[in-house]
């Protein structure tokens, strides 16, 4: 999680919305790490998330990391969990609980629909005040 | 909803689940047009939706969407309806339902969620019949 936070950091000094991920494998070997990229890349899919599952999938040459666990500084959006889902990671430890956009232990709870096919273990709030505060001081300095 | 369904074929054709998804304009020109490549990408995530919704707001130079309009053979799973959401599209029409995988009208019904920040106008079952034709002939030669 100390790295998906220096990812959340860089990508606000990128004037990125601050949102790192990191992937590990099952010994805790990071596969990926990769901050949010929408303003870069003018797209509002490329979130932290799905940027480090796809660059931990393309280090493996598989396309699902069923031994991974996907760090991430804020609890994901219904894109992102479900891609999780998708890639049928293992574990999914984030930081900050997000009662606006999250689509974990919010709104859409995708892993707790009956048709959701895999749903990874979920642990919240690990470090969360030093993801939120990096979350409030981002808005707080826009408005 | 005719070039989706030829995306659709075409992606069954490379050994892809045959779903095709083209975005257009408010006049109805075509921005962009795919087919699933998750195979071909070894990307779980490598939806048609996503690459087309990606691929149009390329060629915009904007990151969002919202004179558009995503056709779909097939019922967007959560991860794809969350990202039409965030793409900030006009309309979704979809083909066939997907009662085991849909996040629109099934499962984590995204858009119905009241932290869901923008909701297309829906329309599904366009060429319905042909769209499932489709992937039933896909899954019955797997079996």
Redesign the interface.
Known sequence: MRLALQEAAAACARGEVPVGAVVTDAAGNILAAAGNE??AR????AHAE?LA??AA??LR????LPDATLWVTLEP???????AS???VRRLVFGAYD?????VE?????FG?????HAPEVVGGVRETEAAALLRGFFAERR
Chains 1, 2 share one sequence.
Not at 42 to 45: A, E, I, V, Y
Not at 99 to 103: F, H, I, L
Request: charged share 20%; proline share 10%.
């Open positions: 929408v303003e003018h797209d509002p899919s799905l599952l796809r999938a393309a040459g598989d396309k699902v959006c219904p894109m992102c969990a479900h891609a998708l890639f049928r009662p606006k956009g999250g689509g919010h709104g859409a709870r995708v629909q009956p048709t959701c096919h």
